[in-house]
């Protein structure tokens, strides 16, 4: 906890007077314009990885980046997608999947989750993914594999289904390489699929 009040000690004597202008700005502004839907993982932040501005993204992490398919329950990650494409009206969505995430890490590897249910009931979420993916331990495949799947999932969602068809949303999946820090855009049709850094 030192470590973090020392971080924050920081924030406001070195970080938020340079941008005081922006601050002030976002204080009566909210107009993030891409959902990034990524990993709880504490290795995959998502405003690094793109460089990008507080209120520049709008953003989801979950375990695994799971975004379940639709259902007219109440949940958070349902109202967060629809707070992002119906009221905030961003333009692009993103599911970012990563290297060495622990979910997949967990599917790919067939763990027994029996002393974890709530993971367990969790990952089920990624049963398309593991399904798609016929080798054992094959981790990177997973992952690639559940980008696409939770990008099918999301456009279960009535708010990103609209979007979709009045063509204001766009989807894109990605998978980030912690240790190299490239992002693979699965989306892309060429040999080189790797992003620009």
Known sequence: MRDLAAGVARFQRDVFPAKANLFAHLATNHTPHTLFIGCSDARVVPEL????????LFV?????????????GVDG????????????????????????????????????????????????????????????RD??????QNVLVQLANLATHPSVARAL????????????????????DLDAMDADSTLAA
């Open 60 to 72: 989801i992490r979950t375990a695994g980046n799971l975004v379940p398919a639709y259902n007219p």
């Open 49 to 56: 990885i793109t460089g990008s501005e507080p209120g520049d």
């Open 77 to 136: 990650v349902t109202a967060s997608i629809e707070y992002a494409v119906a009221a905030l009206g961003v333009s692009d969505i993103v599911v970012c999947g990563h290297s060495a995430c622990g979910a997949m890490t967990a599917l790919a590897e067939r763990r027994d989750l029996t002393g974890t249910p709530a993971i367990a009931g969790w990952l089920r979420h990624a049963d398309a993914s593991s399904a798609r993916t016929p080798a054992t």
């Open 165 to 184: 068809a009045c063509k204001t949303v766009a989807l894109h999946g990605w998978a980030f390489d912690i240790a190299t820090g490239r992002v693979e």
């Open 139 to 144: 981790v990177p495949t997973l992952v690639r």
